[in-house]
């Protein structure tokens, strides 16, 4: 039975979106105290995580951070900020989900399967690490080393360069990178997407490559691998 740490400071919501969750077998704890969260996040070593933004003493972005600085937990945003940016600094800050308040329960639920689906189930990252050309990404430290230098990635960062190091050979489309990340993609703005592959050309960049991933304009994506194994 998944454990579920729910911070969320309307109360009304807060106990819906528990009865829900528990009528589907989810173990849910309900956040009272929002001054010892970090606390309280150690004590129930939740398997997932329903964070809001806006919260009393400390805002969603800063537990975030905090959060995913010591656990690959699956975390879901849950928020009346619909605006891009906020989004995009969520996940940022490690977050793998943003769900737009409101929302219905079904499609919080249908989220929370897909999460715990990509890190504890079927579609789990098996391989903890991978190389190539003297490129290696690890799965336990969430790093991508290169030459000596070495970036920190966050979950889904570390997800899309795996998937573009074990099809390094073709061109992966936005469709099969949504897949990768999101199970139902009518659920996320396209421009989350690419701010994510902005990211990783970003890191690319960190550790002195060049065009590590090169945009196939109207088809996909390409790993450009060359430039890494020719060095």
């Known amino acids: 039975m998944y454990k579920c740490m729910l911070i ?7 106990t819906l979106m528990k009865e829900y969750l528990e009528k589907y077998n989810y173990t849910v704890f309900e956040q ?29 972005f800063y537990l975030c951070r905090a959060f995913r600085k010591k656990s690959r937990v699956p975390i879901i945003i849950t928020s009346a900020r619909s605006g891009d940016i906020d989004q995009v600094m969520a996940i940022e800050l490690g977050a793998d989900d943003y769900l737009v308040k409101p929302f219905a329960f079904e499609v919080l639920l249908a989220k929370v399967k897909a999460a715990l689906r990509r890190t504890y189930g079927e579609y789990a990252n098996k391989e903890h690490r991978l190389s190539v050309g003297g490129l290696v990404l690890d799965e336990n430290s969430l790093n991508m080393s290169y030459q000596e230098k070495i970036v920190e990635l966050s979950k889904n960062e570390y997800k899309l360069i795996k998937k573009f190091i074990e099809n390094k050979d073709r061109i992966i489309t936005r469709e099969e990178l949504f897949e990768e990340i999101w199970d139902d993609a009518s659920f996320v703005d396209d421009n989350t997407l690419t701010v994510n592959i902005s990211r990783i050309k970003n890191k690319f960049l ?26």
């Open 206 to 231: 960190q550790l002195g490559i060049k065009d590590g991933i090169k945009t196939k304009r109207g088809v996909g994506y390409l790993f450009h691998y060359e430039v890494i194994e020719g060095e």
């Open 8 to 14: 969320e400071d309307d109360v009304e919501l807060s």
């Open 32 to 60: 009272n105290d929002f001054r010892n969260l970090e606390e309280q996040f150690d004590s129930i070593q939740p398997d997932f995580v329903l964070l809001d933004i806006n919260l009393p003493y400390y805002d969603g």
